[in-house]
């Protein structure tokens, strides 16, 4: 018979079940007795109710996908991040499943909903409940990006330990003692993470850093916010300024050059990614790169363990990347790197 005439109810009928089983035994349900499973693969395989590749999952209980749940679509991050993930994908056969959350209320009842129809999930940090996290990870592999591990998942994150090795080299290589941290650490462990590393740079260093953080989100538009809260509600300018990413990096550059103020005469700034856009401008940005595309395939070959595997945390290094927005000589022969010592598995 051809594909294009076998269907849910099709297959009900033929199997003598209800399309309602159909559905779940096509979802990998446990909740299907043996004997109607058994019968109701039986016409799958026969008539061919799906394409070959996804026959095949279902008679060893795959779905041939795997789930990537991020907050939005926006920016260069999340393009490289979706891009290295879907090409790990490709490589094993797998099919993507993109959701992106947008930080809506109803996000964790569409994962829950999603895990029903992947065999692993990654899910980026801070877009879902630790209790849902951990719901899903007792029935599907689940590994959680830019987080810590939990009981029964595991993590792949960068080390953000950096940007105090950054803090330093302002404060001691250069000699800035005003300095102002741009980004909003709740709800984000990457952004909490860089200030508390920003922080104890000042320990360190024995500087006094900022009551707070300048809290803006993470976007280039969010960086022309910044640059409004620093050099025109500020009561004192700040002498260089750490920021959570370089989208608001740039736009925080772009706020104080239309305020008449020179980069980094009158005031130094730094990122974090190191996107492509950092080492075009001039000056060129001081920033830490990250490896985006490593961090998103690694997650999708963690996928492939079995449910049982605990591979706790998995930390990739990162490196500081002068350039001339800091102070330091914009040349042609390339940015200076430093490299972190997160040291790969922790």
């Known amino acids: ?17 209800s399309p309602a089983t159909v559905s779940r035994v096509s979802r990998g349900s446990a909740q299907v007795s043996p004997e109607l499973r058994e019968r109701v693969l039986r016409v799958i395989e026969e008539h061919g109710y799906r394409p070959n590749h996804f026959g095949r999952a279902l008679a060893e209980r795959r779905h041939g996908a795997l789930g990537l749940v991020f907050p939005g679509l926006s920016g260069p991050y999340f393009s490289e991040l979706i891009q290295g993930f879907e090409s790990e994908a490709l490589a094993t056969g797998d099919q993507v499943l993109l959701l992106s959350s947008h930080y809506s209320a109803d996000t964790d009842d569409k994962v829950l909903d999603l895990a029903a129809r992947v065999d692993g999930m990654a899910i980026h940090a801070g877009t879902v409940s630790d209790a849902v996290v951990e719901q899903v990870s007792q029935q599907i592999r689940v590994v959680v990006m830019a987080d810590k591990a939990g009981p029964a998942h595991a993590s792949v994150s960068t080390d953000n330990s950096t940007v105090g090795t950054l803090t330093r080299h302002l404060l001691v290589d250069h000699g800035y003692r005003r300095l102002a941290f741009v980004g909003t ?59 959570a990413n370089d989208e608001t990096a740039l736009g925080l550059i772009l706020g104080a050059l239309g305020r008449g103020l020179r980069v980094p005469g009158d005031v130094a700034v730094t990122g974090f990614d190191d996107m492509p856009m950092a080492a075009l401008v001039r000056p060129g940005l001081t920033t830490v790169r990250q490896p985006v595309r490593e961090l998103a395939t690694t997650t999708a070959q963690l996928l492939h363990a079995p449910l049982t595997q605990q591979d706790g945390d998995t930390v990739l290094d990162t490196d500081v990347v002068l350039r001339g927005s800091c102070g330091c000589q914009d040349s042609s022969g390339g940015p200076t790197t430093h490299r972190s010592s997160a040291g790969g598995d922790s």
Not at 201 to 224: F, K, M, N, S
Request: aromatic residues 6%.
């Open 185 to 243: 650490p709740e709800g984000s462990p990457d952004v909490t993470a860089r200030w508390e590393a920003f922080l104890a740079a000042h320990r360190e260093a024995g500087a006094v850093p900022p009551a707070g953080p300048t809290l803006v989100a993470l976007a280039q538009a969010d960086g022309a916010i910044a640059a409004q809260k620093l050099f025109d509600e500020s009561d004192a300018r700040p002498d260089a300024v750490v920021c």
């Open 1 to 17: 018979m051809s594909n294009s005439r076998v269907n849910v109810r099709w297959v009900a009928e033929q199997a003598g079940v």
